[in-house]
């Protein structure tokens, strides 16, 4: 019924130029208009393998309440360390049990949160 194979998962922002700012140069990921779509300013982030998530804007954004994505790592401590070197602070929830860096060690998979310009919740996860 469905066609998994272009399926995509999206979230507002209410600035898109900060957005493309923190994305592609904070946190390194490749960030572009979506073709045909620019003077509406939609962007997407390029997951690679054909996997984009669209980002759009919203002036009345409201930031989620929950992670709207997750990035895996290989070596967490290693990413946690560059995104605060590169003026990234990492979330700590009272649910959780965080290390001085913020990583949950509680067992697999090892996560940590941080927040773009726009309040959502982006996840560090190390399988």
């Known amino acids: 019924m469905f066609d ?4 995509f998962g999206s979230f507002a922002v209410p600035d898109t130029d900060a957005a493309r700012e923190f994305y592609g140069t904070t946190l390194g990921l490749d960030v572009r208009p979506v073709p045909g779509m620019e003077e509406h300013g939609l962007l ?4 690679g393998e054909g996997r984009v998530v669209l980002v759009y804007p919203k002036p009345d954004h409201a930031p989620a309440v929950f992670t709207v994505l997750n990035l895996p790592v290989d070596d967490i401590d290693a990413a946690v360390d560059e995104l605060v070197r590169r003026g990234v602070t990492m979330l700590r929830y009272d649910a959780f049990e965080h290390d001085e860096k913020g990583v949950v060690r509680g067992g697999e998979p090892l ?3 941080f927040a773009d310009p726009a309040g959502n919740t982006i996840g560090l996860i190390q399988e």
């Not at 997407?44 to 997951?47: H, Y």
Request: without cysteine; glycine residues 0%; hydrophobic residues 55%.
């Open 4 to 7: 998994t194979t272009r399926a």
């Open 44 to 47: 997407q982030i390029d997951l």
């Open 111 to 113: 996560v940590a949160w």
